[in-house]
């Protein structure tokens, strides 16, 4: 099964960008209030894990381009609106430069910020997957909340 | 950037695999007890979000393989020890089926259990998402019962 086409590179790139309308949505979706203090169980609030996304995006995407890599930093945005703006350059950006990874690079084994060891693919996957990951965690918050999360299947 | 190869299907199954042993350590993670009866904010119990997940994974891969598909349907385990027992029969099965899967069935466009509409890949992708997505609200209810959850990053 080796040489099957999976997944073309605009498409993981549509996928991705699909995904992250929807984190927006759940960014959006928290009272002001709530975003950096509200969490269940210890947890980290809603908006320090959007800013881990906001970290992780953006230079994950440049590091893999060109193989040089800052050591890695969340954001530091501390409201609402200051996150839905850095999510939104951040979209802007991510058009632009993921169609600039060298064809190679999805199958390179790179040391990610210095520190993670894996294959361009892998790495792009942890990134979306770990998105998914926190964003469910949200979900459980605006339920707690009482508050209803965007539908998970809508990523218009 | 249309040429690149992203990730082959047996690096495709092997990532999954991979998210599948640490749901399974989520599953697990959870007391008796509390699998189908606990959540937060009025959600579904964790047990009934497995039971999903075991209905979507093996009835996919076939219905990718064959294009003939069942009336969508969750698992109807009901304690612990069935999904954990469901799950390894779902993992055994994935191994077998997926490297059947035909090259072009990535790509073409097909009516998962008569309902859902899009191609091989990305139904393939929303699988995958969806437990991910779920599983990270179990991580939650883990935290609120005091129970530190497997590490995310730990696929072994």
Redesign the interface.
């Known amino acids: 099964?080796?040489?099957?086409?999976?997944?073309?590179?605009?498409?993981?790139l549509t996928?991705w960008q699909a995904?992250r309308r929807l984190s927006r949505r759940a960014i959006a979706a928290f009272p002001e209030d709530q975003l950096f203090t509200f969490s269940?169980?210890?947890?980290r609030p809603f908006g320090a894990l959007a800013n881990e996304m906001l970290g992780m995006a953006v230079p994950t995407v440049r590091g893999i381009i060109t193989d040089k890599w800052d050591t890695y930093a969340e954001s530091t945005a501390t409201t609402q609106s200051d996150v839905l703006a850095q999510w939104d350059t951040s979209t802007t950006l991510l058009e632009e430069l993921?169609?600039?990874?060298?064809?190679?690079r999805?199958?390179d084994v790179m040391t990610a910020f210095g520190q993670w060891k894996m294959p361009g693919?892998?790495l792009l996957?942890?990134i979306v997957?770990?998105e998914?990951?926190?964003?469910?965690?949200g979900?459980?918050?605006?339920?707690?909340?009482?508050i209803e999360p965007p539908p998970?299947?809508d990523r218009s």
Chains 1, 2 share one sequence.
């Open positions: 099964m080796s040489d099957a086409l999976v997944i073309t590179p605009q498409q993981f996928h995904h269940v169980g210890g947890m993921f169609p600039q990874i060298p064809a190679n999805f199958q693919y892998d996957l942890y997957d770990n998914i990951h926190h964003r469910g965690q979900y459980v918050y605006l339920r707690a909340l009482g998970f299947y």
